[in-house]
């Protein structure tokens, strides 16, 4: 006899950040409609920054992790399926079935499943126990579990994850932390010189040993300890690695579905819907026109998976609006901390402004003299500031930006 299929007015595939803030969106417009949640993991949703951040230095707990309580989401009449991911999408069916065989249908569906970390390529199953990567609950209390005082650690990537792993290592009790970047420096790919002096001068009095320039190419095994050989520039041995060389989405199932893919990811219009009427895609996956500057953008962070996960589950639960967030990026370190907005690449700085005595500063970044990003340093409170800066397209010589962001 043929399993029956229920069938949903609202499926969720993922859930993360972007699937739970379509729930509780999709749920202020419309109480009734049926709406099921399946997760990969077995974990109610809950917040990934403190798995680099906070759980590392007690300022988060793991009881501070859930989104919300399984009442909460029972309240909602939000059904969750969790730790039975989906395989396999029939766009032509509006059909899901999972690793587990369980089939659905469905009127609306989302596409919020995030990506997976980059691992290291032909990776010895000898050293799958000694070489970690960090992106989900399981990955933290695995790392956590491995490390005691003593070992020598050794941090590959120059990205947030690399930085923030580093930072956050080098104040466990008794590690050795080595910190390998492609780069000039940790965060290279954003920071101007000015400030990436002053972050790499951290971190070496923190007692951690950078190494930068050093892109990996090779990982073996040699008495009992992983050596880890750079293009150029030699080999460092250690005993336990953090691969934290970013992640790759999740896109086999929007392959499946025949979705136009863009960016690494899937193209979606200012409502989050793609080329499928019935599918939407939030977070990590969604590339959609920038809401001022309209060029196509691909995000992995954490206020734009909730941004994104937002707009898609008002326009599921038929009450879209164009999507007109400008998503915030931010890191913790030492004593350091920063928050972003738009375009922030290096090589586009367009100018640096300094507090005296160097404790905050601000960075533009764009075209010409357009503005098409900033970032905060050390500088709180100044998020919307800048938006509305961005927003309205003001120059770099506008006067507006001197006079709300450095005014000392």
Known sequence: ??????????????????????????????????????GAEAEEPYQRPPLSKGLWLGKDHMDDLPLKSPAEWEALAVQRHLGDPVRQLDASARMVTTAAGKTYTYHRLLLATGGRARRPRDLPPELATRVFTLRSLDDYEGLRAALRPGLEVLVVGGGFLGAEMAAALSQQKGLSVHYAVAGAAPLAHILPPVLQKEIGARYEKAGVVLHPQHRLADLSLEQDRLAARFDGVGALACDLLIYATGMEANVELAQQAGLTLRLGGVRVDAQMRSSDPHIWVAGDLASYPDPVWQVPIRLEHWDNAEATGRAAGLAMAGAGEPFTHQSLFFSDLYEFGFEAVGRCEVQRVLRVAAERGGKAAVVYYGEGSEVQGVLLWNLWDKVDTVRAGIADRRPLDDPFWRRSLEAW
């Open 1 to 38: 006899m043929r399993e029956e299929i229920p069938d949903w007015r609202y499926l969720l595939i993922g859930a993360g950040p972007a699937a739970a803030a379509a729930a509780v969106a999709i749920r202020s417009c419309d109480r009734e409609g049926s709406l099921l949640m399946l």
